[in-house]
């Protein structure tokens, strides 16, 4: 699979609860790990033995050292990963709270350099890749062209709308599937539902598929063809970084390699739950022989 996405370092702190405004809290030591949306997926992928590649753009900074050599480790391709000299990689300010749950705050840096010019540069991998892979934390021009030329290549489009924002509608035709979580789904909806309600609605409104993702909940895909529920296995959440990441790289893989939506989402509810399992995004992701049994 290609990733057309960012990479940021994750700064983590662990907190017994948020500073409300004005307020001063005490918390972990800081930890510095590999981290942004598009190099989760791509080492995701890689770490479940599939072939990943990216798309991306870091700055000449020690960060940007960090996460060429941690997605270097993994076997990610790295041909396509621009450096931007002086502007700072991307980071991601992160808290997690005692039940693992976690705030992110994402300073894009370099991935906001991200544009038309390095997807024509790319073009070559993207029309090779059984599956292209978005996530919102880079430029919608860059998302539009890639999508654009992978749907035009017969590739298939999976895009994460992370963090929520709108979507042009000749984008969101080319999904397949849109991933969102509930809050996601409740954005592009206008308003909460259940997921499988959400789903169904979500996949009459344009994306060829749909899959609403709930955490422990599981995950609702939708197409032409229904609606269907999908459990997620019992894991005990240590932190939730990068577990939608995890679950989305693994379903890409998955219907790269001729799965049905619903096979390659059972396979991926897998993969999203052994990385809660330990801290970090990257830092938590599995092996084939680390995933828990459904
Ligand atoms: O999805 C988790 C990721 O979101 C973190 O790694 C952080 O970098 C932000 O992009
Ligand atoms: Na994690």
Not at 199 to 215: D, H, K
């Amino acid at each position: 699979m290609a990733v057309v996405g960012s990479l940021n370092a994750d700064l983590v702190v662990g907190v017994e609860r948020r500073p409300a405004p004005g307020e001063t809290v005490l918390g972990s030591d800081l930890a510095t790990h590999p981290g942004g949306k598009g190099a989760n997926q791509a080492v995701a992928a890689a770490r479940l033995g599939g072939r990943a590649a990216i798309v991306g753009r870091v700055g000449d900074d020690g960060h940007g050292a960090l996460l060429r050599e941690a997605l270097a480790a993994d076997g990610v391709d790295l041909a396509h990963l621009a450096t931007t000299p002086g502007v700072p990689t991307g980071v991601a300010l992160i808290t997690v709270g005692p039940d693992g749950d976690n705030s992110i705050i994402v300073s894009p840096g370099a991935n906001a350099r991200l544009g038309p010019a390095d997807v024509e540069a790319a073009r070559a991998l993207i029309e090779d890749a059984a599956v292209v892979s978005f996530q919102m934390e880079v430029p919608l021009p860059a998302v539009e062209a890639a999508a654009g030329v992978a749907a035009r290549a017969g590739r298939r489009v999976v895009l994460n709308l992370s963090p929520a924002a709108p979507v042009p509608d000749g984008l969101l035709a080319l999904c397949d599937p849109l991933v969102v979580n509930e809050h996601e789904a409740a954005f592009l909806l206008g308003g909460d539902g259940d997921p499988s309600r959400m789903a169904a609605e979500l996949a009459g409104a344009g994306p060829r598929s749909v899959a609403v993702t709930a955490g422990a909940g599981g995950v609702v895909v939708a197409d032409g063809g229904g609606a269907a529920a999908i459990p997620s296995p019992r894991s005990e959440a240590v932190d939730t970084t990068g577990a939608g990441d995890a679950f989305t790289a693994a379903l890409c893989l998955r219907l790269a390699r001729g799965d049905s939506l619903r096979d390659a989402a059972r396979y991926a509810t897998r993969a999203g739950a052994a990385a809660v399992r330990r801290p970090g995004a990257q830092t938590s992701f599995p092996t084939p022989a680390e995933l828990p049994r459904l």
